[in-house]
């Protein structure tokens, strides 16, 4: 990866963002021995100005940020860290150093279709999502329709929290379809933000 480190006197700034909400949860700087580090480890490492020395995050604290990817801008010299935070970000105990709560459920689905998308690679055994990729597109378009059932069912005659519930599940039962099919949640999302976009047009 190609990073100018000579614009900012050897160092870069690095932006941390936890991998599954999109969260910005920091902003630190690197030289090129932290980003080394870094790389080598696996855990984000610093170049502390005030200590003027590498400083691992979480190295007091127990709070790591395990990495998951790291990007290089445009101009080579800033760096995105994707990562998965252990605990509190910032020192004052909060999720982030802006004192934001580091949760954004609709997130989890970009998670949830990754691991259904792995069971369908790996298929485990005992896996009830396995058995149900085993089970073949009919039985499982089944299954479907009959979430879909019990939802209308619950959003008609039953009560919020089960309505809720078997959403969830028609939701869950939806993604391994699609998934059986070659497609992901994301193709839904495209789907829809197309239509967006010509409905706005128009309008």
């Known amino acids: 990866m190609e990073i100018?480190?000579?614009?900012?006197?050897?160092?870069?700034?690095?932006?941390?963002?936890?991998?599954?909400?999109c969260k910005v949860l920091m902003l630190g700087f690197m030289n090129k021995e932290a980003y080394e580090t870094t790389v080598k480890t696996g855990k984000v490492t610093f170049f502390s100005r005030?200590?003027?020395r590498l400083w691992t995050k979480g190295e007091e604290?127990?709070?790591?940020?395990?990495?998951?990817?790291?990007?290089?801008?445009?101009?080579?010299?800033?760096?995105?860290?994707?990562v998965e935070p252990v605990g509190p970000v910032c020192h004052t105990g909060t999720d982030t150093c802006w004192g934001e709560k580091n949760d954004e459920p609709v997130m989890f689905l970009k998670s949830l279709q990754d691991f259904i998308s792995k069971r369908h690679e790996e298929m485990p055994e005992g896996s009830y999502t396995t058995s149900l990729f085993q089970s073949g597109i009919n039985k499982i378009a089944q299954k479907v329709g009959e979430e879909a059932v019990e939802t209308v069912i619950e959003a008609t005659n039953g009560t919020n929290e089960r309505l809720i519930y078997e959403g969830a599940?028609?939701?869950?039962?939806?993604?391994?379809?699609?998934?059986?099919?070659?497609?992901?949640?994301?193709?839904?999302?495209?789907e829809l933000q197309e239509r967006h976009s010509k409905t706005w047009k128009k309008h």
Not at 61 to 82: A, E, Y
Request: hydrophobic share 40%; glycine share 4%.
């Open 4 to 21: 100018d480190f000579n614009k900012m006197d050897g160092l870069v700034p690095a932006i941390i963002q936890d991998n599954e909400t």
């Open 169 to 190: 599940d028609l939701l869950y039962h939806m993604i391994v379809l699609l998934t059986s099919k070659g497609y992901r949640l994301e193709d839904l999302a495209r």
């Open 61 to 82: 604290s127990g709070n790591f940020l395990q990495v998951v990817s790291i990007k290089s801008d445009c101009d080579h010299d800033t760096l995105l860290i994707q």
């Open 50 to 52: 005030t200590k003027n």
